[in-house]
């Protein structure tokens, strides 16, 4: 009898409940007085706090599962793990729950960059989930939710106008070695592996596609950011309400 119902489904269907879960018992916790007086900044911390969470988890996960299987590395077509495919469709049940309470909240418009971010990331997650292809790729792609932990913290801060903090002037370091050495060096390693698939129809092509993209991306992120922490004088006065999220 055909199969109507992809085992990998009720997999994406229990992560992305667990995050709706989540999302709902931190917005139980109390805000910062800079945070809840503003109902946009109240909706972007609680975005943030879960988004936190799935860093942490996601971040030391994969170096896990590295660790316990470290052909990853190199068989990035072919390796594959129980454990990276369980983080696979964990992080991909994320991108579906955020994508979902970005429109769901009417943030679309402010947050367009996370809605194609998640869009691309839910597209090549989907090649190690329902393929069981590239999940090695996919684990080594969450290397960058180690860098994540870090930007999110900033993040939040600038949200709760704590940057003259020491713990702000610390942390600003820190997210530049860990932007370096798990978003920068893991983007151009892939980038490099996929570069093979150039000229060839395959599905192996098509997440090129998707990570050169990134690349894009990223190197745009990272331009802001050393614009906005170490040249603050060429940031213009006036900053736009809605990039909390990406300045």
Not at 204 to 230: E, K, N, Q
């Amino acid at each position: 009898m055909p199969r109507l119902l992809h085992p990998a489904l009720p997999l994406l269907l229990a992560a992305t409940l667990i995050f709706r879960a989540l999302r709902y018992g931190l917005c139980r916790l109390p805000l910062p007085v800079h945070v809840r007086a503003d109902p946009l900044r109240t909706w972007r911390w609680h975005n943030l706090l879960v988004s936190f969470a799935h860093s942490i988890v996601s971040g030391t996960w994969a170096l896990l599962c590295i660790w316990e299987t470290p052909e990853m590395l190199v068989e990035i077509e072919t390796a594959w793990s129980l454990s990276g495919y369980l983080l696979v469709c964990f992080s991909a049940g994320y991108f579906i729950h955020d994508t979902v309470d970005i429109v769901v909240s009417r943030q679309s418009r402010a947050s367009w960059e996370y809605l194609v971010h998640h869009v691309m990331a839910m597209g090549a997650f989907f090649s190690g989930i329902f393929w069981s292809r590239f999940v090695g790729g996919g684990v080594l792609t969450l290397l960058v939710e180690v860098s994540n932990i870090f930007l999110t913290i900033r993040m939040m801060m600038k949200i709760n106008n704590a940057q003259d903090l020491l713990l702000y002037r610390v942390n600003k370091y820190v997210n530049l070695v860990m932007y370096f050495i798990f978003r920068l060096a893991p983007q151009a390693y892939l980038t490099r592996f996929f570069l093979r698939y150039v000229g060839q129809r395959t599905l192996g092509t098509f997440l090129l596609g998707i990570l050169l993209l990134l690349d894009v991306m990223i190197l745009i992120y990272f331009s802001r950011l050393l614009r906005s922490d170490f040249c603050p004088e060429r940031v213009p006065n006036r900053q736009h309400k809605d990039k909390f999220l990406t300045e």
